[in-house]
């Protein structure tokens, strides 16, 4: 079965610590993605990568930095925690052109204490 | 400006009323229009649609597109309590591989 699998589903930290988000997808596919949803809010993208070292800046990426050194595996960066960081992070994976579509990851609930 | 509208943003329902979910869209070159349900963890998928007129159906669920009118509406018909979730409405943009997502309805069907 297909999947993009995230390392933790609940994850408390306290503010100032470095945090990581991990994503690891098995589709072999070229873009990766990196969302927070908040509630009235929808998703809003804080970074994509359409290749391995390639990434892109999205419509939030201040506080946060990524990682592609592999093309399965796409990864989140915290540099420090802040409590307006406590959110639901969702990473995606497409094929090039993503004209069918992401495959989500479950969900990371992050609450930044 | 949001490219992507959904209406409602939030509907509550009694089990077995019948919705119709919003999603209106003003992209350039526009490829596909995908509907996802998202419960308490991953959205999944539920429609992609790409031609006006033609209605995709799953048991209970359809949806059909107008690329006239740039809009699409999601029907669920007879609602169950397990209706209850945020429906995602998504546009895919030649030429860019991020989807462009409206903020969601969130559906809630009481018993």
């Known amino acids: 079965d297909v999947k993009v699998t995230q390392s933790s589903r609940y994850l408390v930290k306290r503010t100032g610590e470095k945090v990581f988000l991990e994503c690891v997808q098995d589709?072999?596919?070229?873009?990766m993605f990196w969302y927070r949803q908040d509630p009235g809010l929808g998703l809003r993208l804080i970074y994509f990568?359409?290749?391995?070292?390639?990434?892109e800046k999205g419509d939030i990426p201040e506080g946060y930095s990524v990682s592609r050194e592999k093309k399965e595996r796409f990864s989140l960066i915290l540099e420090s925690a802040s409590t307006n960081q406590t959110s639901m992070y969702l990473c995606?994976?497409?094929?090039?052109?993503?004209?069918?579509?992401?495959?989500f990851g479950s969900g990371t609930r992050l609450t930044v204490v | 400006e949001d490219k992507v509208v959904q209406s409602p943003l939030s509907l509550v329902v009694h089990e077995g009323d019948t919705v119709t979910l919003n999603c209106s869209y003003e992209?350039?070159?526009?490829?596909?229009l995908l509907w996802y349900k998202q419960e308490k963890k991953a959205p999944t998928f539920l429609f992609m649609l790409t031609s006006s007129g033609i209605e995709k159906k799953s048991g209970r669920l359809s949806s059909i597109l107008d690329k006239k009118e740039l809009f699409s509406i999601l029907n669920i018909t007879a609602t169950q309590t397990g209706d209850s979730a945020i429906y995602l409405c998504a546009v895919v943009e030649g030429g860019s591989e991020k989807l462009v997502f409206g903020k969601g309805t969130k559906l809630t069907v009481n018993p």
């Open positions: 992209v350039t070159n526009f490829r596909s």
């Open positions: 589709m072999d596919h070229e873009n």
């Open positions: 990568s359409y290749d391995v070292k390639m990434k």
């Open positions: 995606a994976s497409s094929l090039r052109g993503g004209f069918y579509g992401y495959t």
